[in-house]
Structure formats: structure tokens, C-alpha cells
């Protein structure tokens, strides 16, 4: 075996070990502000009566965008209070293992046009890419991704019983709230003992 390819291979696991702590911490604000974002567009959708195809498209697009980019800032802040360099290979692998299942979403709004079977479709897609991006990730992400599975399978199930903002915020809003406050519960526990 070649020297060089092992101490690589040590290398990486070395640094996907450390960068998973980092994500950890990370990762309990970001999953926060998202299940914010995503309840508050759920809210938003049934006040504003957003009832409509494009008007659903554009307000969960428009909550996607914001979820994204608070994410990105977020994970950023961290990665310069730890003096580490965000766009690392573990992020890059992150990333890319999240990118077909994003993909995949822009594809469905383009395709179905009934937003509860949307959203039903965008659960089932988001807990396919979280999954993939867990395995760079603790553990309890690709527990959560189930979750959203789940959820999805559930929504498409509903057909149109359900409103779909009621279906996003309780998918996009509810779990990743509940996922991060069980983070920082996990953590103060942690550092406690």
C-alpha cells in the first residue's frame, strides 16, 4: 500500500472527526434558525392565503433562500471564531452530498403542480440529501433525515386534506426546531459532566 495514500486517508478521518465537533456546535444554531425561518414562512403562507401554485413556489423558495443563506452565515461565524477555514474538504463534501437532492427539489417545483404533493415530494427529498450529508455529520442528522422521511411519505399520503404550509411548518419549521433545541440540550449535558 502507498505511504503517502494512507497517511492521506488517516488525514481525512482525522479531520472529519474534528470538523463533526465543530459541525455539532455549528449545527444546533443553524437548525434554529431554519425551523424559525420555515415556521414563520408557514405562518406567512396561511395569513397571507398563498394558496396558489406559484405563490406557495415563491414563498417557500424565498424561505429556502433565506434558510440557506442564514445557514451559510451561521456556519461561517463559526468557522472564523475557531479560526478555521470554512470552505475545508469536509464542508466542500457536505455540500456536494447535499447538491442532487437540491437539485432534485428545483426539478419537482418545476414538475408538480400541486403544492401539498410538493411539499410532500420536497420532505421525502430534503431526507434524502440530509442522509447523504450525515454520514460528514453527527449521527442524530441521519436520524433526523428518517424523520423527514416520514414526514414526507405522510404528506404525499394526505393529498389535498392538509394545507401545505401546514405540511412545511410543521416538516421544515417543527423539526429542525426540535432537532436543535435537542442539540443544545445534548450540549449542555455534555459539558456538564
Not at 406567512?44 to 406559484?54: D, E, H, I, Q, V
Request: one cysteine or more; glycine letters at 10%.
Amino acid at each position: 500500500m502507498n505511504t503517502n495514500l494512507a497517511e492521506e486517508n488517516l488525514s481525512l478521518i482525522r479531520t472529519l472527526m474534528e470538523r463533526a465537533t465543530v459541525y455539532r456546535r455549528a449545527l444546533a444554531p443553524i437548525m434554529i434558525t431554519t425551523g424559525v425561518i420555515g415556521t414563520t414562512a408557514s405562518v406567512f403562507g396561511m395569513l397571507g392565503k398563498l394558496a396558489a401554485s406559484l405563490q406557495f413556489l415563491a414563498c417557500w423558495a424565498g424561505a429556502a433562500a433565506v434558510a440557506l443563506l442564514a445557514g451559510f452565515a451561521l456556519a461561517r461565524r463559526e468557522a472564523l471564531q475557531e479560526r478555521e477555514a470554512f470552505w475545508s474538504p469536509p464542508t466542500r463534501r457536505v455540500a456536494l452530498a447535499l447538491l442532487p437532492a437540491g437539485a432534485a427539489g428545483v426539478i419537482a417545483a418545476c414538475v408538480e403542480t400541486d403544492p401539498t404533493q410538493l411539499a410532500g415530494w420536497w420532505l421525502l427529498i430534503y431526507a434524502v440529501g440530509l442522509h447523504g450529508a450525515g454520514f460528514f455529520m453527527p449521527s442524530g442528522v441521519r436520524r433526523l433525515s428518517w424523520l423527514f422521511l416520514l414526514a414526507g411519505g405522510v404528506a404525499l399520503g394526505w393529498k389535498n386534506s392538509c394545507s401545505p404550509h401546514v405540511v412545511m411548518g410543521l416538516g421544515f419549521g417543527g423539526l429542525h426546531l426540535v432537532y436543535g433545541i435537542y442539540l443544545y440540550a445534548t450540549r449542555a449535558r455534555q459539558t456538564s459532566l
